[in-house]
């Protein structure tokens, strides 16, 4: 298993601003996820961050605007950068141990931007 | 991108009662997956289902896989308050922890 620790676990933000949520795991992992989950709505991959190597976006997130830092094995942020209010979601964080097939999810980042 | 749709999209039932959720998905699958969400919080895994398998059991969760209808159904019997929460099922399209999360249905159990 795997223990996150994921934070702000929640903040409002002004519009134009940028924040940066924090993903902590207590062994070291692979692969990293970064989910977001709009009002209402399921979960939708943004990136997976590998240590090493450069984030892999999905469509219709870019890196500008979503940058995400992966320094080791145990450790990553995303950033949510020149904030409007259509990006106010909450953020998870989740990660594969390869030792099995399911994921584990940090407890999320409200984010409210006004 | 979203693969699975479930239905309903919201349920109440009193406690003691079952629960029965839906999760319908469009590609192949290696295995698919339910997980549960309380108050907008962090999802936890509940169970996995592989392609292979039809039925699955995990104390008061049954899970069943119907690969030709491309469906899932998750069951809660004798449905308790603390059960009220969000359940997702996702599925392993590609491998790797490639998941793709269906919209959800709202469970509210009332005591």
């Known amino acids: 298993s795997a223990v996150i620790s994921q934070k702000p676990s929640r903040d409002i933000c002004q519009r134009g601003t940028s924040l940066t949520i924090q993903c902590q795991v207590d062994?070291?992992?692979?692969?990293m996820f970064w989910y977001r989950q709009q009002p209402g709505q399921s979960l939708t991959l943004i990136a997976t961050a590998n240590q090493g190597s450069e984030a892999t976006y999905e469509s219709g997130f870019v890196i500008d605007k979503f940058p995400i830092s992966r320094p080791n094995l145990t450790f990553s942020t995303l950033t949510v950068s020149n904030m409007s209010p259509e990006d106010s979601s909450i953020y998870l964080c989740?990660?594969?141990?390869?030792?099995?097939?399911?994921?584990?999810f940090g407890s999320g980042t409200q984010l409210s931007v006004l | 991108s979203q693969q699975g749709e479930e239905d309903p999209q919201a349920l109440s039932i009193q406690e003691g009662e079952n629960a029965t959720m839906n999760c319908s998905y469009k590609?192949?699958?290696?295995?698919l997956q339910w997980y549960r969400q309380n108050s907008g919080r962090g999802l936890v895994h509940l169970i996995l289902i592989r392609s292979n398998e039809r039925e699955k059991h995990s104390g008061r969760l049954r899970v069943t896989l119907d690969t030709s209808k491309k469906s899932s159904s998750l069951l809660i019997t004798a449905s308790r308050a603390a059960d009220t929460a969000s359940y997702f099922c996702?599925?392993?399209?590609?491998?790797?922890?490639?998941?793709?999360f269906g919209a959800g249905t709202r469970l509210t159990v009332k005591p």
């Open positions: 062994s070291q992992v692979t692969m």
């Open positions: 590609t192949s699958i290696n295995n």
């Open positions: 989740s990660v594969g141990t390869g030792r099995d097939e399911k994921l584990f």
């Open positions: 996702a599925t392993d399209v590609g491998g790797g922890h490639d998941m793709r």
